[in-house]
């Protein structure tokens, strides 16, 4: 009979270790977050009140906001079941390129407040992952700078028509240089929303210090600490500007831009354009008419008109008044794949995500961007799977229906 020997130390040692010991703790922060639910909460807590909120919050009473998110809840699945789901084939194409899943990074401004990364790390990661990303003209990276920081990728340019109209040639001729492939106009701003959260924190564009925001950073030592040691904000298309962000809207955006103005974008421009922040078939038909390539079925994320229709359920009668003559997004609210799945069973060429990946930004830099990736990409496929479906293009409205009880 053989004695049962006594386990040594160094064999006990690696089952002891806390799982993931050798990851950095941010790394092991975001390793554990299994959702972008989970990124929001980690997000929450590493960045400063007023920056969080920024991302965070909507316009007035934010019922848009609530709405639009609460409209992916009201979709009930349709699995068919016994298809042969043993390859999940995600890939499509956006304007005539493809692209490895329906998804697309939506422009935010201001990126590197949310994290000094920024602009360059979501554009890492987006080219990566194979999706296109818009670099917002509000953007903390220049136009040139992205180019570099991610010269293979998708790059796309969101647009704002300020009142001085040299500047708005002067963006669309660095982007046609820096090889941009697309141009987004967003129509929906042309004067900024309230947005109360920024009134009640006193937010500035750069951040200003005061008794406030000095408390608030010191609340968030690692955010503080990594503006400290960077270089101030670069804007994409200003030198630099200071103010609350609707002083900023007030001061450059042009609130008298038209259709004529789209009509002077298709000539300048070459390439696709897409037009952003459209709630109506009315205005679909017209910047369809007028040349853009894709609209964007958008209320800007719940951050401009407050109680502004809720994209998701003005898709289908955009997607069927346009559709056969543009490629239809939509966004707002999105905040996991099977939300990006619901929306093109219901027409959507593509989905944008704006706050999915700010919220992997904010509580990890590009790791966080890239773990917001990977939850969203893989939460695609396996919807795919489990509805019974391999290809984007078999996704039909018939895979869901909509609950009208709101449970
Ligand atoms: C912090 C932040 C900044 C934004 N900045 C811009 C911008 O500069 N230009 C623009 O067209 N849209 C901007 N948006 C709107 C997004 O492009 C997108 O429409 C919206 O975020 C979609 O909703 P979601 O955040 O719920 O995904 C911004 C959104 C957020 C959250
Ligand atoms: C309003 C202009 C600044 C960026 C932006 O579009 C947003 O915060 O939603």
């Known amino acids: 009979m053989t004695a049962r020997r006594r386990p040594r130390w160094s064999e006990l040692q690696p089952l002891l270790q806390p799982r993931g010991a050798s990851l950095s703790p941010t790394d092991r922060r975001l390793a554990s977050a299994a959702s972008i639910a989970d990124l929001r909460r980690l997000a929450r807590r590493r960045a400063p009140r007023a920056v969080f909120d920024y ?8 019922v848009a906001l609530q709405r639009s998110r609460e409209a992916y809840g009201r979709i009930e699945f349709r699995p068919r079941v016994l298809h042969d789901v043993s390859v999940v084939d995600s890939t499509t194409t956006l304007l005539g390129r493809p692209a490895s899943a329906p998804l697309v990074f939506a422009p935010t401004g201001f990126t590197r407040m949310m994290h000094t990364e920024g602009e360059p790390a979501v554009a890492r990661v987006a080219a990566r992952e194979g999706i296109p990303y818009a670099l917002s003209t509000m953007g903390t990276t220049s136009i040139e700078a992205l180019a570099a920081a991610a010269p293979e990728g998708r790059r796309w340019f969101q647009l704002y028509l300020w009142r001085d109209r040299g500047a708005s040639r002067d963006f669309v001729t660095r982007a046609h240089a820096a090889g941009y492939e697309a ?5 929906d701003t042309p004067v900024a929303g309230p947005r109360l959260r920024d009134v009640r924190n006193g937010l500035t564009i750069p951040p200003s210090l005061s008794l406030r925001t000095f408390v608030d950073g010191a609340l968030h030592p690692a955010w503080w600490f990594d503006l400290l040691t960077t270089e101030p904000l670069e804007f994409a298309s200003l030198n630099r500007s200071d103010g609350t962000v609707a002083e900023l809207v007030g001061r450059l955006f042009d609130p008298a831009a038209t259709i004529a103005d789209l009509a002077w974008l298709r000539s300048a421009w070459q390439g696709p354009i897409v037009v952003k922040g459209v709630l109506t078939v009315e205005d679909a038909r017209a910047v369809v008419d007028a040349g853009a390539d894709a609209v964007v079925v958008s209320n800007h994320g719940g951050r401009q008109l407050d109680r502004a229709a809720t994209p998701l ?13 543009a490629e239809v997004y939509v966004d707002g609210g999105i905040m996991s794949g099977s939300d990006v799945v619901a929306a093109v069973a219901l027409g959507a060429r593509a989905a944008l995500v704006g706050r999915a990946y700010l919220y992997g930004l904010m509580a990890g830099g590009e790791r966080g961007v890239q773990r917001a990736a990977d939850i969203l990409l893989g939460e695609v496929s396996s919807t795919m799977a489990l509805l019974g479906v391999t290809r984007v293009t078999d996704l039909r409205p018939d895979h869901l229906r909509i609950r009208s009880d709101g449970r």
Not at 313 to 325: I, M, T
Request: aromatic residues 0%; without cysteine; negative net charge.
């Open 55 to 62: 991302t965070d919050g909507g316009a007035g009473d934010e």
């Open 183 to 187: 141009l987004v106009l967003t129509v």
């Open 313 to 325: 359920e003005v898709l289908p009668a955009v997607v069927d008044a346009v559709g056969d003559r």
